[in-house]
């Protein structure tokens, strides 16, 4: 349990709805993950930062769902499968860089490169 000066001892850290996937093939697109993912639940984005030079993914990428359960659900059903010719892992994303994504990652990944695609209005970022 983490606490915090606003949030007493027995307060529960917000459910973590986002996915850090390791090992992504580097022909991986932001587009690509939400085939797979999306059977498990709505997902509001997903983001795979691109290398800045070659502009290929960096091996990893992050898919965040609208549910914590369908997080979980995706987490234990796709950890160490198959996708896009590669062995992925999945686990969740640490709580100290959840709410930083939107923020710090989309910063870095339009400064390093970077491809994302919000599910809520299909814009890519």
């Not at 307060?11 to 059977?39: H, I």
């Not at 898919?63 to 359960?69: C, K, N």
């Amino acid at each position: 349990i983490l606490t915090s000066p606003s949030c007493p001892a027995t307060c529960a850290p917000p459910p973590n709805t986002s996915l850090f996937v390791r090992n992504v093939a580097d022909n991986t697109r932001s587009e690509d993950l939400p085939r797979e993912f999306g059977r498990y639940g709505p997902i509001v984005d997903v983001y795979v930062p691109l290398d800045f030079y070659t502009r290929h993914p960096r091996g990893f990428a992050y898919v965040q769902f609208e549910d914590v359960r369908d997080a979980e659900d995706a987490l234990h059903n796709l950890d160490r499968k198959w996708i896009c010719g590669r062995q992925i892992e999945i686990q969740f994303e640490p709580l100290c860089t959840v709410g930083r994504n939107a923020n710090w990652y989309r910063h870095s990944g339009k400064q390093y490169g970077g491809s994302s695609k919000n599910k809520k209005n299909g814009t890519t970022l």
